[in-house]
């Protein structure tokens, strides 16, 4: 598979096939949170709530394996080789445009966990229809101390369990402690964020368009670094 990707693209373009998959996913799932803002909007919380949910799951499977354990397309730190415009361009316009994209990339990610799970814990049924709660949602320490303890504990089993398999190594570690830093950071956001806005549907509703304003910028910065790695200024790679 990891050939595969690295094989020349279905887009016509210099980017490799796993650089036009990234792009091609990236397009998709921006598209369908768009759809799922304007469910959202149009009082469709059933809809909004099953295709939201799936749709992030599918995205955190999707990229988290292709960034973190294949560290291909736009994203990989491919070298100066891999750009191949004036010294000044890279310096001063794509590596700021590919920092601000890794930087949302991780707030994306810490904010997918943190909406799926406040989506379950803010809703309601009113005559049989998914409804936000407008009341007070509120976690504690004790409560997240006991949630982050059982999330560690099953990340180091597969860990553990991947390592005597497949052998230990620090690129592993390094994966399974981020991801633990990531749960961390989304139960930090909580603790804080329910000060801000106490009640669950208006925390919902602000984050919700947060996260959805993340998306697209995150998409926008992906697309130019693509359409500078790729198509103006390709270099030796790809």
């Not at 796993?18 to 990236?26: E, F, K, N």
């Not at 955190?60 to 294949?70: E, K, M, N, V």
């Not at 049989?128 to 990340?155: E, N, P, S």
């Not at 690129?171 to 603790?191: M, W």
Request: aromatic content about 14%; glycine content about 12%; proline content about 2%.
């Amino acid at each position: 598979m990891a050939e595969w990707l690295r094989e020349p693209g279905f887009a016509g373009t210099h980017a490799t096939m796993g650089a036009d998959v990234s792009q091609l996913m990236a397009t998709f799932f921006t598209a369908l949170f768009i759809l799922g803002w304007w469910q959202a909007r149009n009082g469709k919380g059933a809809a909004h709530h099953w295709l939201m949910l799936g749709g992030m799951i599918a995205m955190l499977a999707f990229f988290t394996s292709y960034y973190l354990f294949r560290q291909l397309g736009v994203l990989a730190f491919e070298g100066k080789e891999g750009f191949g415009g004036p010294q000044a361009l890279y310096d001063n316009v794509f590596i700021p445009i590919l920092t601000l994209h890794i930087i949302l990339v991780v707030i994306g990610l810490v904010m997918a966990i943190y909406m799926m799970v406040l989506g379950f814990r803010s809703q309601t049924f009113i005559e049989g229809q998914r409804k936000l709660k407008d009341t007070l949602l509120q976690t504690t320490w004790r409560r997240v101390g006991i949630v982050f303890g059982g999330v560690t504990a099953v990340v180091l089993l597969l860990f553990l369990s991947r390592g005597f398999s497949s052998g230990f190594s620090m690129g592993k570690f390094s994966v399974y402690l981020g991801l633990l830093i990531i749960v961390g950071i989304v139960f930090g956001v909580e603790i804080t964020i329910q000060r801000i806005w106490p009640n669950g549907a208006r925390r919902h509703r602000v984050l919700g368009r947060f996260t959805m304003a993340i998306y697209c910028v995150l998409f926008v910065t992906g697309s130019i670094t693509y359409t500078m790695l790729y198509i103006l200024y390709p270099g030796r790679i790809g």
